[in-house]
């Protein structure tokens, strides 16, 4: 109801709901007084089916008593929770504060839970049995849709499980990721390299820097072009975790494997998306789930407790 500019429909469902529940209450009143012809033996003198007649009885008392309770509680509901128009009640009850106070009510009862992980390292979160489930469960209900239940990823979502970081693979730099998300942007490079062929000998060149099948010809004629790559994945191919510019050495593909993707890639660019998590989840709840992301890479040393 908000949505609207002027009070006119407010008022206009308002009105419609209490004159409706007046209407009822007048609707009852008239038919109990109004006075209907009766015989002596007080039926009306309609007969059907041969002997079927219509007596005029009042409406049974409890009846009408219900009726009427009924009105009154339409009414008292009516005061006290939103219903007429823009009026908000006077409980003041939103189906959002509802929603927050169930939330908040939530992360309370958990909370002493967490507190117990926030004290701790991630590194050590990583090597408690607990820990690790408590981050099990969250990956579970927050990440495997993009990263695989098993962390693995796919195409365009990265492997968690490996020790190769588009971002970086520390606790703290996996806090920053998963806190306020990430964007990798490589723009379309097709332009800058120079022809088709051009493009084609450079990501022979990429293929190379892998160790890949590659031809080594176009490889050599492709390496000078590699100049335009470097201020984002380094002279050497090794990428910058500054930008999440991947390493293009390591025979790790986020977005596939061979020339046709490479080309693809330099030819189309890419924008993808890692979401904040920050008004998902709490940040005890974001420190146990980075441990966990942490320990799917690093043996976490046991910890003596
Ligand atoms: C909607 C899909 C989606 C969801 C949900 C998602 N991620 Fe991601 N995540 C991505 C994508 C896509 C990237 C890669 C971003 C890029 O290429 O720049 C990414 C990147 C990451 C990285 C950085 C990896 C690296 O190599 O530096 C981490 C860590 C990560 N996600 C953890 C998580 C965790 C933990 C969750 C659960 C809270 C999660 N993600 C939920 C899509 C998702
Ligand atoms: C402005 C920075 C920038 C430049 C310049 C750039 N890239 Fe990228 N490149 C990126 C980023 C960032 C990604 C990762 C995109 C993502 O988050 O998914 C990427 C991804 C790639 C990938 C995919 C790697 C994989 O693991 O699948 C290839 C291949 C690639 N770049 C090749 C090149 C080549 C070849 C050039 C030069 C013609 C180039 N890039 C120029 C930033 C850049």
């Known amino acids: 109801?908000?949505?609207?500019?002027?009070?006119?429909?407010?008022?206009?469902?308002?009105?419609?709901?209490?004159?409706?529940?007046?209407?009822?209450?007048?609707?009852?009143?008239?038919?109990?007084?109004?006075?209907?012809?009766?015989?002596?033996?007080?039926?009306?003198?309609?007969?059907?089916?041969?002997?079927?007649?219509?007596?005029?009885?009042?409406?049974?008392?409890?009846?009408?008593?219900?009726?009427?309770?009924?009105?009154v509680f339409a009414l008292v509901y009516l005061a006290l929770y939103p219903g007429l128009g823009t009026y908000p009640g006077l409980l003041g009850w939103t189906s959002r504060g509802q929603y927050q106070t169930e939330v908040s009510k939530g992360n309370a009862e958990v909370a002493p839970l967490y507190a117990r992980y926030s004290s701790m390292k991630p590194e050590d979160v990583a090597a408690d049995a607990q820990g690790m489930a408590i981050g099990e469960r969250l990956f579970m209900n927050n990440c495997a849709q993009c990263h695989g239940s098993d962390a693995?990823?796919?195409?365009?979502?990265?492997?968690?499980?490996?020790?190769?970081?588009?971002?970086?693979?520390?606790p703290d730099k996996i806090i920053e990721t998963i806190t306020h998300?990430?964007?990798?942007?490589?723009?379309?490079?097709?332009?800058?390299?120079?022809?088709?062929?051009?493009?084609?000998?450079?990501?022979?060149?990429v293929l190379s820097l892998s160790g890949s099948p590659h031809d080594s010809l176009r490889a050599a004629l492709g390496k000078p072009k590699f100049a335009v790559c470097a201020a984002c994945h380094g002279a050497d191919g090794k990428g910058n975790q500054a930008i999440g510019a991947p390493n293009l050495t390591d025979d790790i593909w986020l977005h596939g494997y061979g020339e046709k993707a490479i080309v693809a890639m330099i030819n189309n660019g890419m924008t993808n998306q890692m979401p904040a998590q920050e008004n998902r989840l709490?940040?005890?709840?974001?420190?146990?789930?980075?441990?966990?992301?942490?320990?799917?890479?690093?043996k976490p040393s046991p910890v003596s407790r």
């Open 1 to 71: 109801m908000s949505d609207f500019t002027s009070n006119f429909w407010s008022v206009y469902v308002a009105a419609i709901t209490l004159i409706g529940i007046v209407a009822c209450l007048l609707l009852l009143w008239f038919s109990g007084k109004a006075k209907a012809n009766t015989a002596g033996d007080n039926t009306t003198g309609h007969v059907w089916d041969g002997d079927l007649r219509e007596m005029n009885n009042p409406l049974p008392r409890w009846w009408v008593g219900l009726f009427i309770i009924t009105v």
């Open 152 to 170: 693995r990823g796919g195409n365009g979502f990265p492997n968690l499980t490996d020790s190769d970081w588009l971002y970086g693979g520390t």
């Open 181 to 205: 998300g990430r964007i990798g942007n490589m723009p379309p490079m097709a332009a800058a390299v120079g022809s088709a062929d051009d493009v084609k000998n450079v990501a022979q060149y």
């Open 282 to 298: 709490t940040e005890p709840q974001i420190h146990v789930l980075a441990s966990y992301v942490w320990g799917l890479s690093n």
